[in-house]
């Protein structure tokens, strides 16, 4: 372990020594950089901004909220004297949502203040109030659109002038939602019910009964009072009742229509008359066991038979024949005197009978009526004759279908003929002139902070692999020129060995071929200093 250490310390001490002062200074910052951008995402990522999630609560639902998020396992923070409080910014969208469903709160609304923060110097009451609202609706658009099966929203609020006077006070705001819908998502009554809840208390003092909301398919979702149908109203139960049957009937054309002609091309009204009474009846009824022979079951049977002879007795009784059984009597009728005799023959059966007794209770809800109306688009807008009328015919059997099959056999027999069933159904072929138009661009919900991050980031990745590749090019030069540094000469063994004096012999030689006169000088002065 102690080699291993050793050697890897040998190893970056040697690196080290190897690289010049400027690649030591690049080194060092592209190092510095790493651990600084590591340290900002690192801050960045795991710091939560709180912000306002509901403010001017009372102090029970304030402490109500909070348990509900320690539970959830989200941190919150009480501000404002224990009326606002404070969640993560990521989180704010789908907590109003999740809330909203559950009914909270009570009271309270949205908070908004952030409105006159950031609004600047110079700007008039009437602008704020235009900024205000835009920003309200936005907000509660981008709320909604957090629902399940809901693509799009658009909102659209009426907010009352605050007056002078403390009686002005009590106006009431009013709220238009438009939905753009999955096709053929059903809505359940809870979340319809979470929807109007969100859109109240999202604006103040705006009551439920002040809210429409509908689908691009012109269909309106209300919200049931359960109060009303608490306390046993029967007209309400029946009218909800009624709803409910044209609503699904509704639901099941235009997803059938949607299919075939697009979902933005067809609108469905549906209208039925419903019976209500409710008919409960006893019925005692008695049938043969053998229908064939309408003759029922003989449990006991009974024959008897009388004969009598005599002299001067005259016949009696009267005649007879079995009307509740099977018997027959006869007399011979003789006059006083003579000789006389009768027979008597008498059978009875007893039959019992299928006795068979019903308690009846009838639905109350039969379909007395339907009536189906379509309006649907052509393919061009402007040109009615655009759609087929084989199309046209194609539509109207599908509904004459669903008119027989729905309505109750008793108010509409299977043999009713086709002309009373087309009665019931209108089919038109206009264009969609107040059809809403849903942007389809998406906002990007990444932070931009993130995108100059990881740019910053992209870029020291780029610079540290340039720096990487041009240090090991270097180091791979200098590996080659130091190679060329050491390689040694050795000389031939065959050539003699060159010494001092036989180098400077061959450079006299030269120098006397070459410059005779410059050789000339050189001795006369050797000889001059000897």
């Not at 149908?229 to 009218?239: C, E």
């Not at 009388?306 to 009597?329: C, H, I, L, R, Y």
């Amino acid at each position: 372990m102690n080699e291993f250490l050793g050697n890897m310390k040998n190893r970056i001490s040697g690196f080290w020594n190897g690289r010049t002062k400027k690649q030591r200074t690049w080194l060092v910052v592209s190092v510095i950089l790493g651990i600084a951008l590591i340290g900002a995402i690192s801050f960045f990522s795991t710091r939560e901004t709180m912000v306002p999630l509901y403010s001017d609560l009372a102090p029970s639902e304030t402490g109500q909220i909070k348990e509900n998020l320690d539970g959830k396992g989200i941190s919150s923070q009480i501000a404002d004297g224990g009326k606002t409080i404070l969640v993560p910014e990521e989180n704010v969208d789908t907590l109003k949502v999740q809330l909203a469903s559950e009914g909270i709160p009570e009271s309270g609304s949205i908070d908004y203040s952030f409105f006159s923060k950031n609004a600047g110097f110079g700007m008039t009451d009437n602008e704020f109030q235009v900024v205000k609202l835009d920003s309200m609706q936005t907000e509660l658009a981008n709320l909604i659109k957090g629902i399940d099966g809901v693509e799009d929203a658009k909102v659209m609020l009426s907010l009352p002038d605050k007056g002078i006077f403390v009686s002005d006070s009590g106006q009431e705001a009013s709220a238009s939602v438009v939905l753009q819908t999955k096709p053929g998502y059903q809505f359940q009554d809870s979340q319809i019910r979470s929807l109007y809840h969100l859109v109240s208390k999202s604006v103040p003092n705006l009551p439920t009964d002040n809210i429409v909301i509908m689908n691009q398919n012109f269909e309106y979702f209300d919200l049931k009072n359960e109060n009303n149908l608490q306390n046993g109203t029967v007209f309400t139960a029946q009218h909800d009742m009624q709803k409910e049957v044209e609503r699904d009937l509704q639901r099941r054309v235009q997803s059938m229509l949607g299919t075939l002609m697009g979902q933005d091309k067809v609108v469905v009204s549906v209208t039925a008359d419903i019976d209500f009474t409710q008919e409960k009846r006893e019925e005692k009824l008695v049938e043969p066991v053998d229908k064939t022979k309408m003759q029922g079951i003989a449990i006991s049977a009974q024959k008897i038979t009388e004969t009598w002879n005599g002299k001067g007795a005259a016949a009696g009784g009267t005649p007879t024949s079995g009307e509740t059984s099977d018997t027959a009597g006869q007399y011979a009728q003789i006059t006083n005197g003579q000789d006389g005799n009768y027979e008597k023959a008498q059978d009875t059966v007893n039959y019992e009978v299928n006795r068979i007794k019903k308690d009846i209770v009838e639905s109350p809800y039969k379909i007395r009526d339907l009536g189906i109306q379509v309006m649907v688009e052509p393919p061009k807008k402007n040109d009615v004759n655009s759609l087929p009328q084989a199309r046209i015919d194609d539509i109207t059997k599908v509904l004459g279908t669903i008119v027989r099959t729905s309505v109750d056999k008793q108010y509409l027999p299977a043999t009713t003929p086709d002309q009373i069933v087309n009665q019931k159904i209108a089919v038109s072929v206009q264009p969609f002139n107040g059809k809403v138009n849903f942007s389809s661009q998406q906002k990007s919900s990444i932070p931009l902070w993130i995108y100059i991050v990881g740019g910053v980031l992209l870029a020291a990745l780029i610079v540290a692999i340039i720096l990487y590749i041009r240090s090991r090019r270097k180091n791979v030069e200098e590996e080659f020129s130091l190679e060329e540094h050491t390689t040694l000469d050795i000389p031939d063994v065959s050539e003699p060995v060159e010494t001092e004096a036989n180098v400077r012999r061959k450079q006299l030689e030269k120098l006397a071929k070459e410059k005779p006169e410059e050789f000339a000088k050189l001795l006369r002065t050797w000889i001059a200093e000897e």
